[in-house]
């Protein structure tokens, strides 16, 4: 691979370079350090409303970069819990430290979900290094 990218275990990871974290039956989404890099300066975070009840699949946020726009999607159906507000003045947070500090949103499941179709650590990473190869 031309590039590491920070990859932690105990995250689950789509195709779209989201990760999920879920804790007490809450889940935490970002986006991963390999997306921030794609994205570079975010600039820009429009959050979900808190209370909001969201479609597995629907746009929760868009992050906003000097080069690109980019959405980030519900990994469930669910009711959003809580927001990253210190992105709202600090979107470099994302940058800075997309798996802690630059969290966007968590979200509590309204109905049981399998996440089998997301990729573990290792299996993401492999993903990436395909990606890369590919280019």
């Given amino acids: 691979m031309s ?7 105990g995250y689950l990871y789509t195709k779209d370079h989201e990760w999920i974290k879920i804790e007490d039956n809450i889940i935490t989404i ?9 994205l570079r300066d975010v600039v820009h975070v429009e959050l979900p409303n808190i209370g909001q009840t969201v479609e597995e699949g629907e ?12 959405e980030v999607y519900s990994p469930v159906t669910g ?7 210190k992105l ?13 500090k630059g969290w966007i949103a968590k979200i509590e ?20 290094e395909d990606l890369e190869e590919s280019v």
């Fill in 3 to 9: 590039e590491e990218y920070e990859v932690p275990e």
């Fill in 30 to 38: 970002g986006i991963t350090d390999y997306g921030q890099k794609k």
């Fill in 59 to 70: 746009v929760i946020a868009t992050l906003e970069s000097i080069k690109a726009s980019s």
């Fill in 79 to 85: 009711k959003i819990v809580d927001v990253n507000a």
């Fill in 88 to 100: 709202a003045d600090n979107p470099e947070l994302i940058n800075e430290d997309p798996y802690e």
């Fill in 109 to 128: 499941p309204i109905e049981e979900r399998d996440f089998s179709d997301l990729m573990e650590a290792d299996e993401y990473r492999k993903y990436l």
